[in-house]
């Protein structure tokens, strides 16, 4: 909570700036234009996010009341805005969705902040030539929600300690700097949600981690 106060400010320095190229009457070709919108979309994301983890660190997990969605609708659109900054090192995103539409009882902000902890933590594993893929499937009743990837996996002495608070794992990441704090966040967000998480991995060949959901027994075919 302490560092996200302290963050507030030079986020809202960046939006300051952007809003000044924006106004100041200069001339943008199309492309850097285009850089500047996606440059104050993702000011805006990072502000929610902001906002979630502070509720969150204050314990008022429960204050948002649960909401019947599209679980598929979701995801496709979880796809189409992340799919630019994914791929902006060289990796590949990839979406895989079951037919019809598949409804969730949940809440879908959390579910997104445990989502794009789940796809960047796996982008930093993941080679510039590799693939990360968010599917879904229904087995078993459940709505099963994985993000896979062709990284550098996860040994298997390691792979039990994966969403503990601190660990890293640092081996075959590109990003050296991590907190330990993402799956971390992605096991509270789905402990408090009712949903279980869960991941398999083969050092050498990539990790696939697992969401099972409650889904409402209704389908759009």
Same mark, same amino acid.
């Given at each position: 909570? =302490?560092?996200?106060?302290d963050?507030?400010?030079p986020?809202?320095?960046v ?8 106004s100041?009457?200069? #001339?943008l070709?199309?492309?850097t ?13 990072i502000?929610?996010?902001? =906002?979630?983890? $502070?509720?969150f ?12 969605f599209?679980?598929?609708?979701? +995801? ?11 791929e902006? =090192?060289?990796?590949?995103f990839?979406l895989?969705?079951?037919p019809?539409?598949?409804? @969730? ?7 997104r902040a445990?989502?794009e902890? @789940?796809?960047y933590?796996?982008?930093s ?10 599917? *879904? ?10 993000? =896979?990837?062709?990284?550098?996996g996860? #040994? ?11 660990y ?12 330990? +704090?993402?799956?971390y966040l992605?096991?509270?967000?789905? $402990?408090? *949600?009712?949903h ?10 990539g ?8 889904r ?6």
């Amino acid at each position: 909570g =302490s560092l996200i106060h302290d963050l507030k400010n030079p986020l809202a320095a960046v939006k300051s700036y952007a809003e000044l190229v924006r106004s100041g009457g200069v #001339a943008l070709d199309r492309e850097t234009a285009g850089y500047l919108d996606a440059l104050t979309d993702r000011d805006g994301a990072i502000e929610e996010r902001f =906002s979630f983890l $502070q509720s969150f660190s204050r314990g008022e997990r429960g204050a948002t009341a649960l909401q019947t969605f599209s679980l598929s609708r979701f +995801l496709r659109e979880f796809y189409e805005d992340n799919h630019p900054d994914m791929e902006l =090192s060289g990796q590949s995103f990839r979406l895989a969705l079951c037919p019809g539409e598949l409804f @969730l009882r949940g809440d879908p902000e959390r579910l997104r902040a445990a989502l794009e902890n @789940l796809c960047y933590n796996a982008l930093s594993f993941t080679p510039r030539d590799g693939t990360v893929t968010l599917s *879904l499937d229904e087995e078993n009743g459940m709505a099963v929600v994985r993000v =896979s990837d062709t990284g550098s996996g996860i #040994a298997p002495e390691d792979l039990p300690r994966i969403f503990q608070k601190g660990y890293t794992g640092y081996n075959g990441r590109a990003d050296k700097k991590a907190s330990g +704090l993402g799956l971390y966040l992605c096991r509270r967000i789905c $402990q408090n *949600l009712g949903h279980t998480i869960s991941a398999q991995s083969v050092a050498g060949e990539g990790t696939s981690i697992r969401i099972n959901l409650e889904r409402e027994q209704r389908w759009l075919e």
